[in-house]
């Protein structure tokens, strides 16, 4: 419906996926324009900054495509709406996925698949079957990641009832980190983000594998390839953390 809805003022769409596109590239203009004044950042190339750049926003925004509406059902559990959707006979994610469904989203994805098919034109990658193997991959469980996040800020809302903020600092917030290379970042940051909220494992070390760089917390090259298996993880948890936020919600009886 909210397809159909969109697709019936094509020209609005098209302008709105244009802004998209545009607006989320601004953030890349930044680290180009920054690269005029340096060489290497972290020890990293602007080709290959570009590279974890494309492939964060690929995976971010097919998550943000499908589950990017998680941000108002904390909206939807104070002021009662929530229980229209409890008594359809479709299950409580898909509709809240699904409710005002925003197609625009296209754009970031769009941007993303641009500047990582620049990057990958100017890299000097040895193309082996592995490496060529974990770059779809790659951004399949990355975007897994993120859709586990978004579904766990989504779960945690039927008990904070307000903190679309808190969900938007680790799906927003988490996609800005991954942007940058993990040279730039101390240990203790690279530590928490693979092994307590695992997102380096969305872009970060199967893209050291891919660029053939070694990983600054010394961890075997062939990590990078358990990223399915995370994603796997962190969508077993998220499943079971909206199931309890479910059987926690209570009716404000409007």
């Given amino acids: 419906m909210w397809v159909r809805s969109t697709m019936a003022y094509r020209t609005s769409f098209l302008i709105m996926t244009l802004g998209n596109f545009l607006a989320t590239g601004l953030d890349f ?12 950042l972290g020890g990293f190339t602007l080709d290959e900054v570009a590279f974890l750049y494309g492939t964060t926003s690929v995976a971010f ?3 943000d495509l499908a589950l990017g509406t998680m941000g108002r059902l904390g909206q939807r559990v104070r002021d009662g709406t929530m229980d229209t959707l409890l008594v359809r006979p479709v299950p409580i994610l898909a509709q809240v996925a699904a409710d005002r469904f925003a197609l625009r989203r296209l754009g970031r994805i769009t941007q993303g698949a641009v500047l990582l098919g620049w990057s990958l034109a100017r890299l000097d990658i040895d193309w082996t079957l592995d490496r060529a193997l974990l770059m779809p991959v790659m951004l399949l469980s990355g975007g897994a990641i993120f859709g586990a996040l978004f579904v766990l800020g989504g779960a945690f809302q039927f008990w904070a009832k307000d903190a679309s903020e808190v969900q938007n600092a680790f799906t927003f917030g988490g996609t800005t980190l991954l942007e940058y290379p993990p040279t730039v970042f101390g240990k203790e940051l690279l530590r928490g983000v693979t092994f307590v909220i695992p997102l380096a494992f969305v872009n970060w070390l199967p893209a050291l594998y891919i660029l053939g760089r070694p990983d600054p917390l010394g961890l075997p090259a062939w990590i ?15 499943g079971l953390a909206w199931r309890a936020g479910l059987r926690a919600y209570q009716s404000t009886g409007s």
Avoid: D, R, Y
Avoid at 224 to 238: E, H, K, S, W
């Fill in 61 to 63: 925004g097919l998550a």
């Fill in 224 to 238: 990078g390839f358990a990223a399915p298996l995370v994603a796997g993880g962190c969508c077993a948890v998220a």
């Fill in 29 to 40: 203009v930044a680290i180009a324009l920054m690269f005029t004044h340096i060489g290497e």
